[in-house]
């Protein structure tokens, strides 16, 4: 047996530190050809995300200092960006150094890097367009193939997931023979959403972009985040995601430019996060005003590097696309 290779040591080779270079060139000469412009906003912040599913790792000073509370790694950007937007920034781009709190494995690291941008008088469309140009320049080659929600649990799940309640999504889940998580909530038994998210991740997203990458968009309004609804039958939320080789590469919205319906969704998720036991933090007062004042039309996607490069360069884990991954930092 080889010896452990010892942990002072990098996770990637130099090998991959000169392609994650040459990746962060490409995006910059990208955005640079159409005037993008490149901006930086704090990684440490008074606020939190609130979000049901993600955890802000909180920064405390020493005692000494008389503040023991500084703030809030931030697990994205998208806040502060949207600030810069309603300040008449113009379209933006940035390279983020990001946080999540207990987010280990073979997708993911405490810390990581997400490629966002923000473009003013796009819709979700239009700005899936442009992520399938950066992809080509970046040198992933093939068109990126594009289908909605309902088209793509229809062909991989063989259900339209706007019309089952969640009884039946659970029903359906286990005649498949799929194990469901254990110790659910009477919530979580009856949260069509919960269902959906499991449908997603166990069986329609490893189906997606298996030859090269694919767009699933038009969520529904119950997963709409910080995006636009659509009224209709039914109504949808203007979001989509990025999937390559079965893993979700990005996130992107039309973006939400209503500063009461976005305070509404903040307070929800607080409420669920108390009621959940989870810690109650604060939100984003900061954007809230920046939308008051106006945020222009726009639509916005978040990119998680290291994942594409993972995923360019056939390596087993975004660990070794790292000089130093979270157990050797």
């Not at 005649?175 to 254990?182: K, S």
């Not at 997606?208 to 767009?215: I, K, M, S, V, Y």
């Not at 390559?244 to 307070?267: M, S, Y």
Request: net charge negative; aromatic share 10%.
């Amino acid at each position: 047996m080889g010896c452990a290779v010892p942990h002072w040591r990098p996770s990637a080779t130099l090998a991959t530190l000169k392609a994650r270079a040459e990746l962060y060139g490409s995006v910059r000469s990208f955005f640079a050809a159409r005037g993008v412009l490149e901006v930086e906003t704090p990684i440490l912040s008074h606020h939190a995300t609130v979000d049901r599913h993600i955890d802000s790792f909180a920064v405390s000073a020493p005692r000494a200092t008389g503040a023991a509370h500084v703030g809030f790694l931030q697990t994205s950007p998208e806040f502060a960006m949207k600030r810069l937007l309603a300040s008449g920034s113009g379209p933006i781009f940035q390279i983020a150094r990001v946080f999540r709190a207990g987010e280990q494995g073979r997708y993911h690291n405490p810390e990581f890097t997400l490629l966002e941008w923000y473009r003013p008088g796009f819709d979700h469309h239009a700005l899936m367009d442009e992520l399938a140009e950066l992809l080509a320049h970046c040198g992933i080659a093939g068109p990126c193939a594009r289908l909605s929600y309902r088209e793509a649990f229809e062909r991989h799940a063989g259900f339209d997931p706007h019309m089952l309640d969640a009884c039946t999504l659970r029903e359906r889940l286990r005649a498949r023979g799929l194990a469901e998580p254990q110790g659910l909530s009477a919530e979580e038994i009856g949260d069509a959403d919960f269902w959906l998210d499991l449908w997603m991740s166990q069986v329609v997203g490893p189906c997606l972009g298996t030859q090269t990458p694919e767009f699933v968009y038009d969520f529904p309004a119950t997963q709409a985040a910080l995006a636009r609804v659509r009224p209709g039958t039914p109504p949808l939320a203007e979001r989509f995601e990025l999937f390559w080789k079965g893993v979700e590469l990005a996130n992107g919205f039309h973006e939400l430019t209503d500063a009461d319906e976005q305070q509404r969704r903040f307070e929800a998720d607080r409420r669920w996060r108390a009621a959940h036991g989870r810690s109650d933090l604060p939100y984003d007062r900061h954007l809230i005003e920046a939308l008051r004042a106006g945020l222009p039309p726009c639509a916005g996607v978040a990119v998680g590097l290291d994942r594409l490069l993972m995923l360019k360069l056939a390596l087993p884990s975004v660990a070794e696309t790292l000089a130093f991954a979270g157990d050797r930092a």
